[in-house]
């Protein structure tokens, strides 16, 4: 909860790392998350105040162990049982575990960016703390992955008559 600042009147929670995989000794740049009416499924502050509420959790870790009971511990909640409850939310939903992870986030995250945002890679970079520096070209990894569909087949990248019902902007059949 210490990393978390709460800002009522702006609608937003700043959230401030001590370190994190690629900076290990800090300086890390705050994360600002703002309301999101437009999209609420992808609210951080309104899902983050829900959970605080539903948990009643005031100080500690906000995301902790969770016995077999459903008791919540004061302990935080490893990567490892992190994982093992996405992957059962993925079977119950229908999905394949084995294809997903704990860096899905990341990869899903960094695509929603560009595809969907239409951000540009330095900014994607910036905001995930990845290096700009190309000779890794990490980034990569998580835009293109061997599980994604191309929206069109190749053969009709340049084939006007069939880009004609897909849309220029989010590259989706759709009328924006």
Not at 96 to 114: E, K, M, P, W
Not at 137 to 147: E, H, N, P
Request: with cysteine.
């Amino acid at each position: 909860m210490e990393h978390l600042d709460f800002q009522k009147e702006e609608e937003t929670i700043t959230m401030t790392l001590d370190f994190r995989k690629t900076a290990q000794t800090g300086g890390i740049e705050p994360y600002y998350h703002h309301v999101n009416v437009q999209r609420p499924w992808l609210c951080g502050v309104t899902n983050k105040l829900k959970w605080l509420r539903q948990s009643n959790i005031t100080t500690g870790f906000i995301y902790r162990k969770i016995n077999k009971t459903g008791d919540i511990s004061h302990l935080p909640l490893s990567p490892a049982q992190f994982s093992a409850m996405f992957k059962s939310n993925l079977e119950e939903v229908g999905l394949d575990s084995q294809l997903y992870d704990t860096h899905s986030f990341r990869r899903g995250g960094a695509q929603y960016f560009v595809r969907d945002l239409r951000w540009d890679i330095p900014k994607v970079c910036d905001w995930g703390g990845w290096s700009t520096e190309w000779s890794g070209s990490t980034i990569f990894r998580y835009l293109v992955g061997v599980i994604d569909v191309r929206p069109i087949s190749r053969k009709d990248y340049l084939d006007p008559s069939s880009r004609a019902s897909v849309c220029n902007t989010c590259g989706r059949s759709c009328n924006c």
